[in-house]
């Protein structure tokens, strides 16, 4: 089992609300980033980060925002959520230095919001 | 640009038949080939991957993986399904810089016991 952690796990907001989704990892990997997922539909990757002060915009356009202070440690921000923002969002890390290994997941989050 | 392609939104197997679900790709360097499996209301989880080597890559729950070169393909298969194989079946391309991994669209897999 893959040390990275999504929290929460599911969350129901309303619109206008401003939230993050935390995600953590373990591995102590350099790579990190988002995807966002409609149920049973294909992966868009929306934030990618190579370590700490770095972000990258993905290919799917996003108004969400990342940070990187740490490491471990690369939370999602919505300033103020809205309905069409509603979807699974997963978290994914891999080492820097070696490009053949494989990404981990986390188990994601749903958001709904209403 | 890297891309990958997955022909088939839905694949239908009966238990104990082999399956075989579709990948093909496009890299401009040497491709780094990754194939992970979905849940309902979960991850992904690693099953396979090619970097080098011999085509044919083994990987989790006696899934395997084809690499052809000439073809651009990397196909999933599995001698005997089960039906706990059903689940979403990404595949996934790197070209060897340092790029985030690129995934098809999916695939659905339904064994049907």
């Known amino acids: 089992e893959a040390d990275i952690y999504q929290t929460p796990r599911y969350l129901v907001i309303g619109t206008g609300k401003k939230i993050t989704l935390e995600c953590s990892q373990t591995?102590?990997?350099?790579?990190m980033y988002w995807y966002q997922q409609d149920p049973g539909m294909e992966l868009h990757l929306i934030h990618y980060?190579?370590?700490?002060?770095?972000?990258e915009k993905g290919d799917l356009s996003s108004e969400s925002t990342v940070s990187r202070i740490r490491t471990e440690h690369f939370p999602l921000t919505l300033e103020s959520a809205r309905p069409s923002h509603t979807s699974q969002y997963l978290c994914?890390?891999?080492?820097?230095?070696?490009?053949?290994?494989?990404?981990?997941f986390g188990q994601g989050t749903r958001l709904t919001v209403v | 640009a890297q891309s990958v392609a997955q022909p088939e939104d839905q694949v239908n197997v009966a238990e104990g038949n082999p399956l075989t679900v579709k990948c093909t790709y496009s890299v401009s360097g040497n491709p780094y080939l990754f194939w992970y499996v979905q849940y309902p209301n979960r991850g992904l989880q690693f099953l396979l991957k090619y970097i080098t080597g011999d085509n044919l890559v083994k990987g989790s729950y006696g899934f395997e993986a084809e690499f052809n070169k000439s073809q651009t393909s990397f196909h999933l298969k599995k001698p005997s399904a089960l039906v706990s194989d059903s689940a979403l079946y990404f595949c996934a391309v790197r070209d060897g810089r340092n790029t985030p991994l690129v995934f098809g669209k999916g695939t659905r897999l339904s064994v049907i016991a």
């Open positions: 994914a890390s891999s080492e820097l230095e070696l490009q053949n290994t494989e990404a981990f």
């Open positions: 591995m102590g990997h350099d790579k």
């Open positions: 980060s190579y370590g700490v002060n770095s972000t």
